[in-house]
T-cell receptor, first 118, second 114 residues
Framework: AQSVTQLGSHVSVSEGALVLLRCNYS??????LFWYVQYPNQGLQLLLK??????LVKGINGFEAEFKKSETSFHLTKPSAHMSDAAEYFC????????????????FGKGTKLSVKP | NAGVTQTPKFQVLKTGQSMTLQCAQD?????MYWYRQDPGMGLRLIYY???????DKGEVPNGYNVSRLNKREFSLRLESAAPSQTSVYFC?????????????FGDGTRLSIL
């Protein structure tokens, strides 16, 4: 079965420090992968997506993610955290249409809340 | 740039009451989705509509019904609300079910059932 695992439900960093949010996926086919961000009391906003064109994907707000097939990972990073980055981040993988069960086209991880300390 | 619009933004219901959550998108998307978000559970798919005229169950459909009114609108109905349905509900849309299609989300409806 396909799944997405986000390691760490809460991550805290200091302002200016490196942000690293971890995502591992399982998929029997080459996946499409997405990172979304959710600010308090708002919906999810697309940060970036991987569609096999390049393994390093750049997104909005200075975030980037690297696809590593050998590690089945798609970790999200930002070199220097800003207070405005405090939010919840969701990793998602495209659904393989050959699997049965619930459809819709994306499977979401449970999310990682990022706190940024001044 | 409205994107996906959900109404209402907040609602409090009593157990047993019914209610319809409305969703409309202006991006000419084919597919639409309803999710619920609960603490520590991430997003769980309730129902989705691959295209106008079709609807299908997702992961947690019990207690809900949906209607794809036209290409723009996709409503979610709670026929007899229960406290377990207290949650934040998100509507989303995408160009289609193809794996490359990202979903675009509304700002959510915060629903409390007493």
């Amino acid at each position: 079965a396909q799944s997405v695992t986000q390691l760490g439900s809460h991550v805290s960093v200091s302002e200016g420090a490196l942000v690293l949010l971890r995502c591992n996926y399982s998929s029997s086919v080459p996946p499409y992968l997405f990172w979304y961000v959710q600010y308090p009391n708002q919906g999810l906003q697309l940060l970036l997506k991987y569609t096999s064109a390049a393994t390093l994907v750049k997104g909005i707000n200075g975030f980037e993610a690297e696809f590593k097939k050998s590690e089945t990972s798609f970790h999200l990073t930002k070199p220097s955290a800003h207070m405005s980055d405090a939010a919840e981040y969701f990793c998602a993988v495209s659904r393989d249409p050959n699997y049965g069960g619930s459809q819709g086209n994306l499977i979401f991880g449970k999310g990682t809340k990022l706190s940024v300390k001044p | 740039n409205a994107g996906v619009t959900q109404t209402p933004k907040f609602q409090v219901l009593k157990t047993g009451q019914s209610m319809t959550l409305q969703c409309a998108q202006d991006m000419n998307h084919n597919s639409m989705y309803w999710y619920r978000q609960d603490p520590g559970m991430g997003l769980r798919l309730i129902y989705y509509s691959a295209s106008e005229g079709t609807t299908d169950k997702g992961e947690v459909p019990n207690g809900y019904n949906v209607s794809r009114l036209n290409k723009r609108e996709f409503s979610l109905r709670l026929e007899s609300a229960a406290p377990s349905q207290t949650s934040v509900y998100f509507c989303a849309s995408s160009g289609g079910l193809a794996p490359s299609q990202p979903q675009h989300f509304g700002d959510g409806t915060r629903l409390s059932i007493l």
